[in-house]
């Protein structure tokens, strides 16, 4: 063989060699299940190859969201000084290395408690202590880091001391870290919760949000990028979270769990894994949002951006923020014109925003991203980029920023309550409250800031505005006032140029609607391809089920319903085998609701396989927050409705061993008990037993005792809840409470007061109405039901009151 030719094999037999080598390497990879085997390694592992991310981390917010309380940490003032706070004085000090506090503790004597750690960084910093069993309590008392002070941070609307006894002490559960706060403020986060001895034994791979909080874990990471291979995993890539896609939603994602207002609901939840699959985000609803879905309780961003044309223009949250320091990437209108690059300035001008270059009105954050300040000095923005409408604030009361602005340009003499307010919220509030003098000066504000958007952004040479926000304020305008809303929220839900927040938020509000058309639009959603939306239109066909066998029970023709019965429930059983798991265990959640016979005659034997199946996840769903008696409650009644009495009422019992002051457990509990006292009255008849008779007599004794307990405590509910907006349901439940006590007068004025709080709901005008025919107050019956009729003139029950009704005249 020739020596060229020889040489030319010889290349091409070790191209052979090495391309088979390289192929076989790639197509070797990790198994499939890797990334879910993977585990967290710490930063220090990050640090050799990501120097320069790790140095913009270190001091950053997510740095700094928990730590140790040490000298480095501790930012407040503890060189003994004091803090009066409604009759308490708290007292900072140190004793050698250890900072304290002298406070009050949960049983209401002044005790020295020692800091354990701190919680944030800016504008406050929290800190907080170790009680028994585990738990790590949130200090009200916490440090202004701006105005370098000490200040007691009051619950929102509660400005009276706190009983010891009160969930809001900062002892209560809602002060509770492991329960609240811990899960987005360290990283890998286990509460180990024992329900048994109510304990927590939580554990963390780092105490703040480090490296593996937004990229997963990292051990498969770098064990691709220590190996000899050239490529990364042809199926795991990097071996971590996939956040550089096309889709901006991965990254947001990655954010949003500790971003937003949400119920966890699915386990072992990592970067990367679909967001609405492990979370329950909260709607646009009031009063969380306003009614066009502007910020009023803290939302934590992700509830706003999905909002916006922004995130619908694949605007992702690093284009603004530096993922590692979290700082914003520019300064002033550079963060915005860094994108709105338009000829001449076309938004960076005063042409635009009629406002002089350099003040606070030509800032564009403070027309399109208003702030409302939470914890009395954390101000936030508001995260949907809309354009301010004063209009609709003279139309539907919604909040604008205009008007948020000027209130502060006023002349003091025109503001006699500015000391009352602190903010645009306030005077808000205390409109809708029924405050005359700040009504008639918001609306006076209003007006002016309308005519002079009229007259800069006149509609003829302005761009169209964006119509899901006037939309969906109309639609809680019309909800509010009793009025029509179906036909607009329908459009709302089933345009899907809509932002699926906005849709998901019109197709839960349908549920405020009895009607056919409303029920047509929500089995129309459920083949939709955002889970938001499909849950919520599930939930609409639940209420509209339990609405049906309602009616069942008055109707004389138990077939006029059956039918639209069956139709809600077989398309809801079609989910159960749905690609997402949260729909699959929300439709059983929703079937669990209907009497057996309704269900199994609705699902096929295949369905009725996949019923059980998803009612345990659902199960274990609730089992997620097993610390909180809430779950427990939601879990007894699930028992409950699935005919489990003995396993509900165990639920019960533990919502009342974690969290005593709890109104709601003991009387699903007495409810229980009632049923199973029923039950050996019915053998008593029988068989005059002795011990059935004594088993009876413990029972209702036993009943007694909770009703009674329930009532004390829902009492205290409505004298704390008192003033404030949307409690029309603890007013109904201790009316209800009151008249099971035979307290009547007690049950008449706060039944008033639910029906009063909220005319639109049928069941307390119901009550109500129930109540006075029992008292043959012949008159008030006559009018509420005539009232009920009006609403639906075919609603048995209604009817069957009116026949009680003339029977009594």
């Not at 003499?413 to 700040?438: C, H, I, M, N």
Request: aromatic share 8%; net charge negative; charged share 20%.
């Amino acid at each position: 063989m020739p020596k060229r030719a020889h040489l030319i094999f010889l290349v091409l037999f070790v191209l052979i060699i090495v391309s088979g080598y390289l192929l076989a390497d790639y197509y070797r990879g990790a198994p499939p299940e890797a990334m879910a085997h993977a585990s967290y390694v710490g930063r220090e592992t990050c640090v050799s190859c990501h120097q320069q991310q790790v140095d913009l981390f270190v001091g950053s917010h997510h740095d700094q969201a928990m730590d140790f309380a040490t000298e480095e940490s501790v930012l407040g003032d503890f060189d003994d000084r004091t803090i009066e706070h409604f009759g308490t004085t708290s007292r900072l000090f140190r004793d050698g290395d250890r900072f304290m506090i002298n406070t009050e503790g949960p049983d209401g004597e002044m005790q020295d408690f020692e800091i354990k750690y701190t919680f944030g960084v800016e504008p406050l910093q929290q800190y907080m202590v170790e009680l028994d069993r585990g738990r790590v309590q949130v200090l009200r008392v916490s440090w202004d880091t701006a105005a370098e002070k000490w200040f007691y941070l009051s619950p929102p609307d509660v400005k009276d001391k706190l009983n010891p006894t009160d969930p809001l002490h900062w002892t209560g559960v809602t002060q509770n870290w492991n329960v609240s706060c811990a899960e987005c403020h360290s990283t890998n986060l286990k509460k180990n919760f024992d329900i048994a001895s109510a304990s927590w034994n939580t554990t963390w791979s780092e105490i703040d949000v480090s490296c593996e909080a937004c990229h997963g874990p990292a051990s498969l990471h770098n064990e691709l990028a220590s190996s000899m291979s050239p490529f990364w995993d042809r199926t795991h890539g990097m071996g971590l979270a996939k956040l550089k896609t096309d889709r901006n939603l991965d990254q947001i994602e990655t954010c949003a769990p500790c971003h937003s207002r949400r119920t966890i609901v699915g386990t072992d939840y990592k970067p990367g894994c679909n967001y609405d699959d492990y979370h329950s985000l909260q709607l646009l609803n009031e009063p969380l949002y306003h009614a066009d879905g502007q910020i009023r309780d803290e939302d934590y961003v992700h509830g706003s951006f999905l909002q916006s044309k922004m995130f619908h223009n694949g605007i992702k949250c690093s284009d603004c923020h530096d993922p590692h320091s979290l700082k914003l990437k520019h300064s002033g209108n550079n963060v915005c014109t860094s994108c709105h690059q338009h000829p001449s300035g076309k938004y960076d001008s005063e042409s635009h925003h009629h406002h002089q270059p350099g003040t606070e009105g030509a800032m564009c954050v403070n027309c399109h991203m208003p702030t409302t300040t939470y914890m009395d000095v954390d101000a936030r923005r508001d995260h949907s980029f809309r354009v301010p409408r004063p209009d609709l604030s003279v139309s539907l009361g919604t909040p604008n920023a205009c008007t948020q602005c000027h209130l502060g340009l006023e002349p003091k003499e025109s503001l006699p309550k500015r000391e009352q307010f602190a903010q645009y919220l306030d005077w808000l509030s205390a409109s809708e409250t029924g405050d005359d003098d700040v009504e008639a000066l918001l609306a006076r504000i209003d007006k002016e800031m309308e005519a002079a958007c009229a007259k800069w952004y006149p509609p003829e040479s302005s761009p169209p505005k964006t119509s899901w926000y006037p939309e969906l304020a109309q639609a809680q305008f019309n909800i509010r006032n009793q009025e029509p809303a179906t036909e607009l929220l329908g459009k709302l839900a089933k345009d899907v140029a809509n932002p699926a927040i906005i849709r998901a938020t019109a197709a839960d509000l349908l549920s405020r609607h009895a009607d056919p058309q409303a029920y047509e639009t929500a089995i129309g959603l459920l083949d939709d391809r955002d889970v938001k939306v499909v849950v919520a239109a599930i939930g609409t066909l639940e209420i509209a089920m339990l609405e049906i066998q309602n009616r069942q029970m008055y109707s004389t023709t138990p077939g006029s319903v059956g039918s639209e019965l069956q139709q809600f429930s077989s398309a809801i059983g079609n989910l159960l085998q749905h690609e997402s798991p949260r729909v699959r265990f929300e439709s059983a959640r929703a079937l669990a609701s209907l009497a057996p016979t309704a269900r199994n005659s609705a699902l096929t034997a295949e369905q009725k396989r996949s019923f059980e199946t998803s009612l345990e996840a659902y199960r274990q769903s609730l089992m997620v927050m097993s610390d909180t008696a809430g779950a427990h409650m939601q879990l007894g009644g699930l028992q409950e409705r699935m005919g489990q009495l003995n396993q509900a009422a165990d639920s019960y019992r533990t919502a009342i061993r974690l969290q005593p002051e709890l109104t709601g457990p003991r009387s699903s509990l007495a409810y229980i008990l009632e049923n199973k006292v029923q039950s050996l009255q019915s053998q008593l008849q029988q068989s005059n037993s002795e011990a059935a008779r004594n088993q009876i007599e413990n029972l209702m004794a036993q009943i007694t005792d909770l009703r009674k307990r329930d009532h004390e405590l829902l009492g205290i509910d409505v004298e704390r809840a008192a003033g404030l907006p949307g409690v029309h349901t603890l007013h109904y439940r201790y009316g209800m409470s009151s008249y099971l006590q035979k307290d009547l007068a007690t049950a008449e004025k706060h039944l008033k007061i639910a029906a009063e709080m909220a005319p639109e709901q049928e069941g307390y005008l119901m009550g109500l109405a129930t109540f006075y025919l029992q008292q043959k107050k012949l008159v008030e019956a006559d009018r509420l039901i005539a009232k009920l009729l009006n609403m639906d003139p075919d609603h048995p029950g209604y009817l069957a009151l009116k026949q009680q009704l003339d029977s009594l005249q």
